[in-house]
């Protein structure tokens, strides 16, 4: 069940790939992906809500995605 939703949060946030054009879009996608991997971990969600947002805030100023 936990590979489920992983594979299923990572499906979801890449049909969004191609549309993510500001920090804050891409904070709220990560935002989401973190809080889908965490569940399926059985970790902290708003910790990886919180470490997802930031990720995708800054991933265009570290080079990561543009």
Sequence with gaps: MQITKIFLGLALVSGLAGCLDTDGERALAGAAAG????????????????????????????????
């Design 35 to 66: 809080a889908v991997v965490a569940d399926a971990l059985d970790a902290n969600v708003v910790a990886g809500a919180a470490l997802g947002g930031l990720a995708g805030a800054t991933c265009d100023d570290m080079g990561v995605c543009y």
